[in-house]
């Protein structure tokens, strides 16, 4: 199993089978204990006890989780452990799917609960599912788009129909090979989704969830959307809001204290002051339109908008508890939703015993800790980073890097008979021609050599390079069945190596993958537990 050598140097997993998880797992146990008792402290945020807001938020939200996941078990206790992770609304593949799997272990050890944040405040993008199939002998991606889709709206706000799946699904149909196997139960899994969901984050939401749970996976799914009409996530908007500056400040000293840590990451921007507006790290929704939230103060009155429409007063800043202004925002009907770095502060502060990432969010939420800890004066909880991968046909097509390996050799072997002719020609036969050639490109050579040694000047130096140029010019045209060969190999391990790349892409969803597939992922996790 491959980990992480760092907390700064994550590495994505690459072959089969292959399962990150950091920190280790015997390290788990005694970072779930640490964190409750940092969450435990007398710390204060609007000046009540963090203990006193994480109950009311536990039991506030996962309200919320139960009330949105239909048909799930209702006696859990908020006194539990609770663990949290989320992602976009989208198809999974098995990286990200083990996140799942390892909070729902986690979770039954503990016997505690394992919410889901479902982004449905993140735009749609484009959905399609994707597939690798053999086409006219050569391996091919295959892609069908769900047509109808808005990729600006936020997935909360992007309706779907069950017409709309049935046409999905038929496009599929009428393209996927019977060789995947898998393809009639999950075609029955989407159209069953469709059937029920409205918008395309419920659809995401009941598909992911009712695959894993076939697989004995299961959790609880909580809107973002839903999540930030709670008072909780009201108070947690209210406290930055009646302290923008500060909060304003400490965010932008996280974002640069990641460019200073990850350079060679994406990171996200530093927030911006114009004129009287200072933005916010979190979104509105405005006009079915997510936009960065702008903060204005005016005689003491706070105005929340966008950069460039009308700003919403909301209260006055001096004769209100930050309490008071969070219930004005609820009653408002404001949506605003937050960034990723506000994501997961109110997650991990409010919420989560433990908080499970991605690799990508594990990165960045180095900079929601260096947040944590300067804005709130609050230790940051740790978190988990789990990833892996699984290759669809890994019995099939085992020799991805082999197969990468020859071609980078093949296109060598081009380049390099440009340079050195000499070193292809058929030594059996004799041709006057080339002997002669290849005595002058000795020759010139030798007194390149000798030039370079006596530090002549770089136009004469030039001059006998380009001589060289020339007598390799006219040795290769004299072997045109010798390229043409290297050519024909190189072009034939490009296809190869390009089609096992297609076979071996570790980000095909996880509902391609047969049960036996997704039992050899758990086991690998339960290894690391």
């Not at 963090?50 to 139960?66: F, P, S, Y």
């Not at 599929?172 to 159209?191: H, Y």
């Not at 909880?381 to 046909?393: I, N």
Request: hydrophobic share 40%; net charge neutral; charged share 20%.
């Amino acid at each position: 199993m491959q980990k992480p050598s760092s907390k700064f140097n994550i590495a994505k997993p690459i072959g089969h089978g292959q399962v990150v998880v950091q920190p280790d797992g015997s390290d788990l146990g005694g970072q779930l204990l640490s964190n409750i008792a940092t969450l435990s402290s007398d710390k204060t945020i609007a000046n009540i006890p963090l203990a006193q807001l994480r109950h009311k938020a536990k039991a506030e939200l996962l309200a919320k989780a139960l009330d949105y996941t239909a048909g799930h078990i209702q006696n859990i206790s908020i006194d539990k452990p609770m663990i949290v992770t989320g992602h976009q609304c989208q198809f999974w593949h098995c990286g990200i799917i083990a996140k799942y799997i390892t909070g729902a272990l986690l979770a039954k050890a503990e016997a505690g609960c394992f919410i889901n944040l479902v982004l449905d405040h993140d735009l749609v993008g484009q959905v399609q599912l994707r597939w690798p199939q053999m086409s006219d002998a050569q391996m091919k991606m295959h892609h069908i788009p769900l047509n109808q889709i808005d990729p600006d709206l936020p997935a909360q706000l992007q309706t779907i129909s069950s017409g709309q799946i049935k046409d999905f699904v038929s496009a599929i149909d009428s393209q996927i090979d019977p060789d995947m196997a898998q393809w009639p139960q999950l075609g029955a899994q989407i159209l069953a989704a469709g059937a029920r969901a409205g918008t395309i984050s419920d659809f995401f939401a009941l598909l992911n969830r009712s695959i894993a749970a076939a697989n004995s996976i299961h959790w609880l799914d909580l809107p973002v959307s839903a999540m930030t009409e709670s008072e909780s996530f009201a108070l947690f908007t209210a406290e930055m809001l009646v302290n923008a500056d500060t909060a304003w400040q400490r965010y932008n000293d996280a974002i640069k204290f990641g460019k200073q840590n990850q350079s060679n990451h994406h990171l996200v921007p530093e927030l911006i002051s114009i004129e009287d507006k200072l933005e916010m790290p979190f979104w509105i929704i405005d006009n079915n339109r997510r936009h960065r939230l702008f903060l204005r103060q005016q005689d003491n009155i706070i105005q929340l908008g966008t950069l460039s429409q009308n700003m919403y007063s909301i209260c006055r800043v001096n004769s209100k508890s930050t309490a008071a202004i969070a219930r004005e925002l609820l009653a408002s009907n404001i949506q605003i939703r937050p960034r990723a770095l506000t994501l997961t502060a109110f997650a991990r502060l409010f919420l989560a015993d433990q908080f499970i990432h991605g690799i990508g969010g594990a990165y960045y939420d180095l900079l929601t800790d260096h947040f944590i800890e300067n804005y709130y004066g609050i230790k940051p909880p740790g978190f988990v980073c789990v990833s892996a991968t699984m290759q669809l046909f890994a019995d099939k097509y085992q020799n991805g890097a082999d197969a990468l390996s020859l071609y980078r050799q093949a296109r060598h072997h081009c380049r390099d008979f440009n340079y050195n002719p000499q070193r292809y020609r058929d030594l059996t036969v004799f041709n006057p021609i080339i002997h002669e050639l290849l005595s002058q490109r000795q020759a010139a050579i030798e007194l390149n050599d000798q030039l370079k040694s006596q530090q002549a000047s770089s136009s004469t130096r030039s001059l006998q390079f380009q001589r060289i140029k020339e007598l390799n010019r006219q040795l290769t045209a004299l072997l045109p069945d010798i390229k043409a060969k290297l050519q024909a190999a190189s072009d034939q391990a490009s296809q190869n190596a390009a089609a096992m790349a297609i076979a071996n892409d570790r980000e095909y969803f996880f509902g391609l993958f047969n049960p036996a597939q997704l039992g050899l992922l758990e086991a690998k996790i339960r290894e690391l537990l």
